[in-house]
């Protein structure tokens, strides 16, 4: 069983930056693929960044490549997510997440979920 908890949203300008973080508890989010999502309003959620157990392979939506970078520090139970060159429609709650398949963008695939932060960028 693993728990997650999102933070770090908020309010920011356009072109602004934000780290997200994700706690975990316990031991198999260490050996575990994380990534993030996030669902704006009045759309379907969607895959963010991915990184595979070790650290050692990252995966990125077009829409935020170049922009976002994902991390993760198993020695304190956390990924990060942090995201600079922000745009309006980058607005939406954001989720971390942990799945046993290395690579997959598919949210169906990942099976423990936190319950998001809010990030908004307006100016």
């Known amino acids: 069983q693993v728990q997650l908890v999102e933070s770090g949203g908020g309010l920011v300008q356009p072109g602004g930056s934000l780290r997200l973080s994700c706690v975990a508890s316990?031991?198999?989010?260490?050996?575990?693929?994380m990534g993030w999502f996030r669902r704006a309003p009045g759309k379907e959620r969607e895959f963010v960044a991915g990184?595979?157990?070790?650290?050692?392979?990252?995966y990125y939506a077009d829409s935020v490549k170049g922009r976002f970078t994902i991390s993760r520090d198993n020695a304190k139970n956390t990924g990060y997510l942090h995201m600079n060159s922000l745009k309006p429609e980058d607005t939406a709650v954001y989720y971390c997440?942990?799945?046993?398949?290395?690579?997959?963008?598919?949210?169906?695939?990942?099976?423990?979920w936190g319950e998001g932060t809010q990030v908004t960028v307006s100016s």
């Open positions: 997440a942990t799945s046993p398949l290395p690579g997959t963008t598919r949210s169906s695939n990942y099976h423990y």
């Open positions: 316990g031991r198999t989010f260490r050996s575990e693929a």
């Open positions: 990184i595979t157990w070790s650290g050692a392979n990252t």
